[in-house]
């Protein structure tokens, strides 16, 4: 009896797992994943799944397979996420299946949105592997090596989550995988979509498996691509795609179109981590604004300095930059990373969130200064330095400014009727 209940035992747990220990996917948890994944050398795919989950179970074949294949090259790992909570919220797993690729910078893995194959898997893998060879050659990354990474996959089931609720433009590929001219335009698709990252989002579906969504926008031939314009979606901002085949077509045609309607940014003061992740970490650029302390510079000459930076969000919006300001001292740590507090205040830097790197406004806080700043940046001219530790500063929570004058606070009254204030010292 208990020989079964042992073996009943290993069965469970194997299947709670996935994937048994015979695999070649590896089990990780929050007592071995930064030391295997986060502080070694390798690059690692990662799967976050729940054991109860139909699309994690289904694609269980196709990562082992994927395992077996890059075993020696690439790592593969999975994580229990429904009994690892922790260690998937600290990589924003909301969902299951998530997979994510760990490569250059452990600290900031790219989600993995391609198709849930051994060989898209694979493909995904090798890039990365590549990605990182090139950087450690010193030369960076480039649109030439652009793969499938920034195409998000479209299904029946996430298509009006994804596309027709975003407030986001889209541009949607509706293919069949047997298709001679989807095989041609894939490429230039991937490396559209990475140029367009941060502002029109590129999606791929399989008409062939997802007719639901085919049907609805009545394709017929592949590939067909349509276009979704930015805003709340209706039946009045779905249309089709006139332009080239090429990437370069594909990236201007895009651009194009978003200036056509491209809302001025919103200036936002940094409160909180959220605030400022979603205004700075998918954009090509996030200006960063560090405005006196409220009893240095009371409201008027406050909202002064946030009605220029408005002004040039308006004058700059197709670049599709996030805007930021925050009160000097408030975020001390994000301020040591941008090196801006020995300048004083007002002070300026713009991040590039995805390369890591940092510019400062070293002339005049003032609308024709920050212009040039900004006009020098946009032409890829100015001086970058590294920010430091190579990730996003801490953020802290702090309360937002009420839009009034600030008041100092309150002397505390002391008693004097106590002293004497006749007497003198003796001499």
């Known amino acids: 009896m208990s020989i079964f209940f042992s073996v009943l035992a290993t069965l469970l747990a194997d299947s709670l797992a996935l994937y048994p220990s015979s695999s070649s996917v590896i089990e990780l948890t929050p007592s071995n994943f930064d030391k295997l994944v986060i502080k070694s050398d390798e690059v690692w795919i990662v799967e976050f799944f729940a054991p109860w989950c139909g699309h994690c179970q289904a694609l269980v074949p196709e990562y082992t397979k994927a395992a077996a294949a890059l075993k020696g090259v690439v790592k593969v790992g999975a994580v229990n996420a429904d009994d690892h909570k922790d260690l998937g919220g600290r990589y924003g797993v909301r969902g299951f299946p998530t997979l994510k690729i760990f490569g250059a910078n452990k600290n900031k893995p790219e989600d993995y949105n391609g198709a849930r194959t051994a060989q898209g898997l694979v493909d995904a893998a090798l ?93 017929q031939g592949y590939p067909t691509i349509k276009f979704f314009a930015p805003g709340k979606k209706s039946s009045d901002s779905v249309s089709d795609y006139d332009g080239g085949r090429i990437a370069n077509d594909i990236v201007t045609w895009s651009l194009e179109k978003l200036a056509e309607n491209v809302p001025a940014p919103e200036v936002v003061e940094i409160i909180d981590k959220n605030v400022f992740k979603e205004a700075c970490d998918q954009k090509p650029l996030c200006v960063v604004a560090l ?24 004058k700059y919006k197709k670049k599709m930059w996030g805007w930021v300001w925050s009160e000097a001292g408030a975020q001390l740590e994000l301020e040591s990373a941008l090196d801006v507090g020995g300048f004083g205040y007002p002070a300026m830097a713009v991040i590039n969130a995805r390369k890591m790197k940092y510019s400062i406004l070293r002339g005049a806080f003032s609308r024709d200064g920050i212009n040039e700043f900004l006009r020098d940046l946009s032409y890829g001219r100015g001086n970058t330095s590294p920010v430091r530790g190579q990730e996003l500063p801490k953020i802290v929570t702090v309360e937002p400014w009420d839009g009034k004058d600030g008041e100092l606070p309150q002397e505390e009254e002391i008693d004097l009727s106590d002293v004497d204030l006749d007497s003198k010292d003796e001499l």
Not at 136 to 150: N, W
Not at 183 to 201: I, R, S
Not at 293 to 309: F, P
Request: aromatic content about 6%.
């Open 127 to 219: 890039q990365a592997v590549k990605s990182k060879v090139k950087a450690s050659l010193g030369g960076g990354s480039s649109s030439q090596d652009a793969d499938d990474k920034d195409v998000i996959e479209l299904t029946d089931s996430n298509f009006d989550k994804l596309v027709l609720q975003s407030e986001d433009m889209w541009l949607v590929e509706f293919f069949a995988p047997w298709c001679g001219h989807c095989k041609n335009l894939a490429p230039h698709w991937a490396k559209a979509a990475t140029e367009l990252k941060g502002k029109v989002k590129l999606g791929a579906l399989d008409a062939t498996v997802h007719q639901v969504q085919a049907s609805k926008y009545g394709v």
């Open 291 to 314: 405005l006196p302390h409220i009893l240095d510079c009371q409201s008027e000459c406050r909202n002064n300095y946030i009605n220029i930076l408005k002004e040039l969000g308006e």
